[in-house]
């Protein structure tokens, strides 16, 4: 049974009630999470600043910003992610989360211009219509205050391509198919959510450069795109990610060439990152 939901598509729903999300950034997404975590670790403002976690799911990222010192409010459309991360906020009395709420990132039940940082760490993914997604970033730009940052994330329209490659997924013919209509309109769409959830659900896989002009076009200047996994995530690297010494040496690899434009789209991650004027 798929818990209670807002503004969220019922197969989208359907995927994240299996759990297969769960552990992801604990297993094969540890390099999307060390990315992330030095990304924001770079362009967030120190604490105690306001963060939006507009997305933030079971509160991966928002619960050691809590823990950091920052001031947290997580919102997320599946019922269940909430309860979690209220459970988990509960666990750490020290250093909770300020809130954490049900709700639609383009309907965010914030003032204006609370906030010095918004995240939009999964958001864009789901929105299908560019529509939708203008009016998520638009609400980020409305809840954050002169001079705040937004850190938002991207599926890349290479994705597929790279992780069947990776995972020898493209060796099945409905999976190549997919492939191919990510590539034709971004739009990824699996037959069988059900019986193969590794390969994702419905999502929009952005280009680099729609990516940028979303942004923009929702008001926010002096936008970066950067790589998160960058040319790294044509390796399986956790035995590197376990040993201090290579981690880093690994990590600085990718910053060298993570704003390199020609070698963006090789990420299956984007992150735009972005200031309200």
Known sequence: MVSASVGIDPEIAAHYELGVERDRLATWGRLEAARTQELLGRYLPPPPAVILDVGGAEGAYALPLARAGYTVHL???????????RSASAAHAGAPLASAAVGDARAVPYDDAIADAVLLLGPLYHLIAA????????????????????????ISRFASTLDGIRHRYIYDPTFERIVEGDLRDGVHRNPDVMGHPEWFTLAY???PQTLRDEVQGAGFSDVQ????????????????????V???????AIRRVEAEPSLLGAS??????????
């Open 75 to 85: 919102l997320d459309p599946m019922d269940s992610h909430v309860e979690t991360a």
């Open 246 to 252: 290579r981690r880093e040496t690994l990590l600085r």
């Open 131 to 154: 529509g939708d997604r203008a009016l998520a970033l638009r609400e980020a730009h409305r809840a954050l205050r002169p001079g705040g940052v937004l850190l938002a994330a991207a």
């Open 225 to 244: 795109l950067l790589a998160i996994e960058g040319i790294a995530a044509v390796a399986q690297l956790n035995d590197a990610l376990d040993d201090p």
């Open 268 to 277: 299956p991650h984007l992150m735009a990152i972005a200031a309200k004027s």
């Open 205 to 207: 896989f952005h280009a």
